[in-house]
Structure formats: structure tokens, C-alpha cells
């Protein structure tokens, strides 16, 4: 299981209490489907994702990346104990959405992305170390259930 | 062999210009060797790495970092030819160094993060995804001699 100090733990709270998390949610997603456009086949239904600018404007886009970011929150208020927070994600990214839990990295690396480009100067080495620790983590949290 | 239209060149190429290459290459590096620790192990006569000041203080891994960054300058130069372009460099990584070409991949996304703090708005979905285009094909010509 995955050890976050206490001071991780601040670190990362404090700067996500600065994340506009619809905002930083759409891009998130936006910029996966833009960068690794085959993610687009788990979108299917999603209308216009036909350029860059069709992904980064679609409304259905912006709603999910602001879901899939809300439901991060949650990995950060249960860093001690995420498997259990992924759990029932888990088994539906496996058993329904039939995700390749590689995706979940790929959506971690474009997330430190982001916090990048909206931080600047301000996401450190330190932190981005802490980042990509709480990324991996979730990513592995999501695929723990996978059979 | 990877191809890149004229838009993805033009986009890796305009902001290339822009980067300071002493400056972001010390970056680069001393974010993989505080972000992924047992990178360190490449380095071991490298002096102190003890912490993340010391690291990104480090005078080796700041020209060291210039050095693989300049490096990567020619992947810019020769973006349609990448696999000779780094032959040479692939072999001496498998041969002498004994590098696992996983960590091409761990510094490629360490470029791309580190643009991202730098450019911000500039580094828009478009030119992430034809950073990353680049650097996966970077990663991937210099494992290609590999044996």
C-alpha cells in the first residue's frame, strides 16, 4: 500500500485547493483524447471529436472530465487508503467499461500536465514528485480489481 | 518510421526556439532524478543528490542536463529521421551504460512537464501532442539498437 508523509499529504491538499476542478476536469480529459487519440474509442457517443478545438469545446467532454476530476478529489481525501476508494471503479472500469488500465496513467501524465502549465514555477520538483506518486497510485488503485 | 506533418513540426520547432537549453535541460534531469529516485543510480559520481535542493543545485546535473538536452536538439533537426539520427547514442546507451530504455520514456514526459511549467497557456493541447509524438519517438530510436 502506497505511504504518503504528512507533509505529502499538505502539500497536495493545498495545491488542489487551488484547482478549479470543472476546469482543469475538461482539460484534463480534452488533452488525453487530443494527445492519445485512441482513447476517443471509449467516447463514442460523445458527438464532435473530429479536431482540437471540437474536443476541447465539446460540452459532453468538459461534464466528464469535470466527473472523472471530482472523483480524484476523492483519491486525495483517502490517500491512506485508495484501493478501498477505487474499489467499486474499479470493477466498472474493468467489468462495463473495459478499460486497458494503461489509460490510467496516461490520464495521471496529463493531469501533472496541467497542474504544470496552471502552476508554473510553483510546481516544484517536490511536488511534482508527490503528484506522480498520488497519480501512480490511483492509477493502480483502478486496476487492482481488474480479473 | 513516425511521420510529422508540417503542423506538428511547425509547433515542436517554434517553441524549441524559445527554450533555453541550459536552463531547461538542468531542469529536466534534475526533475527525473528527484522524481524518479532510482534514476540516481546512473549518476552515482555525480556527487551530492542527497535532497531536491541538492539535485537541482548540482552543478554535473546541471551540465549533464544541457548535454542530453542539446542532444535532444538535434532530434528537432532531424525529426524525420530519428532512428539514425540517434543510432549512434542508442548503442552507446545499451552497450556502455546499461540504460533501461524505460527511462527514454520517464524523461521524454519529464520534457514535456517541464515545457508545461514554462510555457502555461502556450503549451496548448496541440503542441503537448506533438511534443509527445516527439518524444516517444526519440525514446523509441534510442532504444532501437538495442540487443
Not at chain 1, 487551488?18 to 471509449?42: D, I
Not at chain 1, 473495459?98 to 496552471?118: C, K, M, Q, W, Y
Not at chain 2, 520534457?111 to 518524444?135: D, G, M, N, R, Y
Request: charged share 20%.
Amino acid at each position: 500500500m502506497v505511504h504518503f508523509t504528512a507533509e505529502e499529504k499538505a502539500a497536495i491538499t493545498s495545491l488542489w485547493g487551488k484547482v478549479n476542478v470543472e476546469e482543469a476536469g475538461g482539460e484534463a480529459l480534452g488533452r488525453l483524447l487530443v494527445v492519445y487519440p485512441w482513447t476517443q474509442r471509449f467516447f463514442d457517443n460523445f458527438g464532435n471529436l473530429s479536431s482540437t478545438s471540437a474536443i476541447m469545446g465539446n460540452p459532453k467532454v468538459k461534464a466528464h472530465g469535470k466527473k472523472v476530476l471530482t472523483s480524484f478529489g476523492d483519491a486525495i481525501k483517502n490517500m491512506d487508503n485508495l484501493k478501498g476508494a477505487f474499489a467499486k471503479l474499479s470493477e466498472l472500469h474493468c467489468d462495463k467499461l473495459h478499460v486497458d488500465p494503461e489509460n490510467f496513467r496516461l490520464l495521471g501524465n496529463v493531469l501533472v500536465i496541467i497542474l504544470a502549465s496552471h502552476f508554473g514555477k510553483e510546481f516544484t520538483p517536490d511536488m511534482q514528485a508527490m503528484w506522480q506518486k498520488l497519480v501512480a497510485g490511483v492509477a493502480t488503485a483502478l486496476a487492482h480489481k481488474y480479473h | 518510421m513516425v511521420h510529422f506533418t508540417a503542423e506538428e513540426k511547425a509547433a515542436v520547432v517554434s517553441l524549441w526556439a524559445k527554450v533555453n537549453v541550459e536552463l531547461v535541460g538542468g531542469e529536466v534531469l534534475g526533475r527525473l532524478l528527484v522524481v524518479f529516485p532510482w534514476t540516481q543510480r546512473f549518476f552515482d559520481n555525480f556527487g551530492n543528490l542527497s535532497s531536491e535542493s541538492a539535485i537541482m543545485g548540482n552543478p554535473r546535473v546541471k551540465a549533464h542536463g544541457k548535454k542530453v538536452l542539446t542532444s535532444f536538439g538535434n532530434a528537432v533537426k532531424h525529426m524525420d529521421d530519428l532512428k539514425d539520427t540517434f543510432a549512434e547514442l542508442s548503442e552507446l546507451h545499451c552497450d556502455k551504460m546499461h540504460v533501461d530504455p524505460e527511462n527514454f520514456k520517464l524523461l521524454g514526459n519529464m520534457i514535456l512537464i517541464v515545457l508545461a511549467t514554462h510555457f502555461s497557456k502556450e503549451f496548448t493541447p496541440q503542441v503537448q501532442a506533438a511534443w509527445q509524438k516527439l518524444t516517444t519517438a526519440v525514446a523509441n530510436a534510442l532504444a532501437h539498437r538495442y540487443h
